[in-house]
């Protein structure tokens, strides 16, 4: 069977696996809408709260970004596990104790304050949308391409999906149904991964293969390292980030996911405070799986589209080249008309998307518009490394199509949760806890439910124009969550004396000050700016990092020259901070 026939059959199998899930799970009340009815067990919570995680910038994104970064690329795995343990010890067991049913509604009743509560809401939305539109991204590109429609359909279909099972199920239908989308996204991911590491490396593990021999008994990374230099690339196992920047973006992506609010508010759906330890210990391992292939992939899918395309006649190229320059998201331009791929250092297009034209070249390749005067003759977008690699390898049919269902799930996995986090932000916290606090458990799941239909309208805008490739979208999302909700969050379990003036104010300055910054250098506002302007030698990615530290500074501050919080606000942060036993009792 050919590629977009079994393509067109597992993704149509796992979709329909899902809607099943989501009609067998519908939510018949708001406390099944937002937190599954509490009654998930740590397992296949575990196992949801993995899928959640691993979005689409883990599973298409992340080995992209590390094959070209190389070594640069590992504070993305550093921070992304890192971050999870953070969640795991310092927060999970508290919130789940705290028993809310959002991190907003924790901020809004520990702050004893409602307008706290609206800047919580205001930072949740901010932060769920810039993820979800890498999300949204991620679903386009794998529908572009393995079902051979335009990008921009690919987002709608995907919104379509999504909106199914968020609107039928709320967390109780998204819970299941990412249960069955992380035991798809980890076959997708490990198959070829095994095919590869065996056809390389003669070994089936890939982390074992990684650091193997290829043909001839060079060491792969060797290998690699050998490739990059000849190409006038750095090695591929030495990095060029400053030591501060790479531990600048690894504390932002750590204190990001830890206050991600669509990660946090898995915690609150299982029984027992117990329950939720558990659960974060599953979700650790399961997660570990991906993490720790995809370097190994990073490696193989870099080394084999090296050695299939440098130096190689644009005729005799393969199949797979041309199937994905119809996407765009590969390109060549033929500068010096010797008919040959020229791949070397330097930007091809100056890291801008190929525009191109419709006359065709000597050889029958679409001429490419916006090519800079670099001596590099390929452009490959770092989003397609993953969906490409089972192709460049070989890889039978059924693997490929595998990959684009895996693909899939990741994205809209996550989608799910971010729109629910957006959906509950709006109806609960803002419409229920503010603004009509008589509403009925009826009126507030609709609101809910409209709430999600116009977040997705949003988050496929984006997705049809997002700022930048999957997982850089993601990141700067990191960085949104540690300068606005981790302070809060921790100095709100930690801290009995941080008071609601402490809070609000951290958090605004904390957001206002990383948006700033994400404009003028990512986005070009403000005058824009190049590496050489960078606030400390800070990048975008890292530099959540620091508006997170002047957010704790601003809170702690300000906290101290206000007064304190009321005493039985006190008792609760001293309660809260007994994880089980005899305070787990005196809290039912």
Not at 42 to 62: C, K, Y
Not at 174 to 202: D, E, K
Request: aromatic share 12%; charged share 15%.
């Amino acid at each position: 069977m050919s590629v977009q026939v079994w393509t067109w059959l597992l993704v149509g199998l796992s979709f329909a696996l899902y809607f099943g899930i989501a009609i067998w799970a519908r939510a018949g009340s708001t406390k099944e809408f937002y937190v599954a009815g509490g009654g998930v067990s740590p397992l296949a919570n575990g196992m949801a709260t993995a899928a959640d995680w691993m979005s689409a910038a883990s599973f298409i994104s992340m080995a992209g970004i590390i094959s070209f970064a190389g070594y640069d690329g590992s504070v993305y795995l550093m921070g992304w596990t890192g971050g999870y343990v953070l969640l795991a010890l310092l927060l999970a067991p508290y919130l789940r104790k705290f028993g809310k049913f959002t991190v907003p509604d924790f901020i809004g009743d520990r702050y004893y304050s409602n307008t706290a509560r609206t800047v919580a809401v205001i930072c949740a939305l901010i932060v769920s949308f810039t993820y979800v539109a890498g999300q949204m991204r991620g679903v386009g590109i794998v529908f572009s391409q393995f079902l051979q429609v335009d990008i921009n359909l690919g987002v709608i279909i995907g919104m379509a999906v999504v909106l199914v099972f968020s609107l039928l199920g709320g967390m109780k239908g998204i819970t299941y149904t990412q249960v069955a989308q992380y035991c798809v996204l980890i076959f997708a991911f490990m198959v070829p991964a095994f095919f590869i590491s065996m056809q390389m490396t003669g070994n089936i593990i890939p982390q074992i293969g990684m650091g193997g021999t290829v043909e001839g008994g060079e060491f792969l990374l060797d290998k690699l390292d050998a490739l990059h230099t000849q190409l006038g690339f750095n090695e591929y196992t030495s990095g060029t980030k400053s030591t501060w920047d790479v531990f600048a973006i690894t504390l932002a992506l750590m204190t990001g996911t830890a206050g991600l609010p669509h990660v946090i508010v898995r915690f609150f759906t299982v029984p027992k405070v117990k329950d939720a330890r558990k659960s974060a210990g599953y979700a650790l391992l399961l997660i570990a799986i991906l993490y720790t292939t995809a370097p190994a992939i990073s490696v193989f899918s870099r080394t084999n589209l090296i050695e299939t395309v440098s130096n190689k006649e644009y005729s005799e190229i393969p199949e797979w080249f041309k199937n994905w320059e119809d996407t765009g998201l590969i390109a060549w331009a033929d500068k010096n008309g010797d008919g040959k791929i020229q791949y070397v250092a330097g930007n091809a297009l100056d890291g801008k998307k190929p525009v191109y034209t419709e006359e065709r070249g000597q050889y029958g390749q679409r001429m490419v518009a916006n090519v800079s005067d670099a001596s590099n003759e390929l452009y490959v977008d770092r989003d397609i490394m993953v969906l490409a690699n089972p192709e460049i390898a070989n890889l039978p049919n059924w693997v490929i199509g595998l990959v684009a269902a895996g693909g899939l799930a990741a994205a809209l996995s996550t989608a799910a949760g971010l729109l629910l986090v957006i959906s509950t932000s709006v109806s609960h916290d803002l419409i229920k806890k503010q603004l009509k606090p008589d509403i009925s458990d009826k009126g507030e799941l609709t609101w809910a439910r409209v709430s999600i239909f116009v977040a997705i309208l949003i988050a496929g805008y984006f997705g049809i124009n997002p700022p930048g490739f999957v997982a850089a979208v993601v990141a700067l999302a990191f960085g949104l969550a540690a300068a606005s909700f981790f302070p809060a969050i921790i100095l709100g379990i930690f801290d009995k004396r941080m008071n609601s003036k402490g809070a609000i104010s951290g958090m605004v300055v904390g957001i206002v000050i990383m948006l700033f910054y994400m404009m003028k250098f990512k986005l070009n506002m403000f005058g824009g700016g190049t590496a050489e302007d960078w606030w400390f030698g800070t990048s975008p990615e890292g530099f959540g990092t620091i508006a997170m530290l002047i957010n704790v500074v601003v809170s702690v501050v300000v906290s101290r020259l206000t007064p304190a919080p009321p005493q039985d606000v006190q008792d609760m942060v001293e309660n809260i901070r007994i994880p089980s036993g005899a305070g787990e009792a005196s809290s039912h």
